[in-house]
């Protein structure tokens, strides 16, 4: 079993920045690919960015794209998402996720078993 904790969010200014981390335990990360989400109030659950196992390939919804970086540490077993340029469309919860069967990213919300309570992010206008 996997256990994932998010930390990092809260309240930022439009435009402001956050860093999203998730730490693991349980089991090491470093053969499973991972990936964020978020959920906004009334909302669907959805894709934001996903990392390969090695943390040399990643993958953004357009509308975080060039804003938003997802990376990795597999020695401290800990993703991150760095969030720049926030706007608020972006408030929401937002979970990390580990998906055990692939090693390379996806966008697929159900290829991935292992979920993080969540974390809030509120960006104020």
């Known amino acids: 079993q996997v256990q994932l904790v998010e930390s990092g969010g809260g309240l930022v200014q439009a435009g402001g920045s956050l860093r999203l981390s998730c730490r693991a335990s349980?089991?090491?990360?470093?053969?499973?690919?991972m990936g964020w989400f978020r959920q906004a109030p009334g909302k669907e659950r959805e894709f934001v960015a996903a990392?390969?196992?090695?943390?040399?390939?990643?993958y953004y919804a357009d509308s975080v794209k060039g804003r938003f970086t997802h990376s990795r540490d597999n020695a401290k077993n800990t993703v991150y998402l760095q969030m720049n340029s926030l706007k608020p469309e972006d408030t929401a919860v937002y979970y990390c996720?580990?998906?055990?069967?692939?090693?390379?990213?996806?966008?697929?919300?159900?290829?991935?078993?292992?979920w993080g309570q969540g974390t809030q992010v509120t960006v104020s206008s």
């Open positions: 996720a580990a998906n055990p069967r692939s090693r390379w990213y996806s966008t697929v919300e159900n290829e991935y078993d292992y």
């Open positions: 349980g089991r090491t990360l470093s053969s499973y690919a």
């Open positions: 990392i390969n196992w090695r943390g040399d390939s990643t």
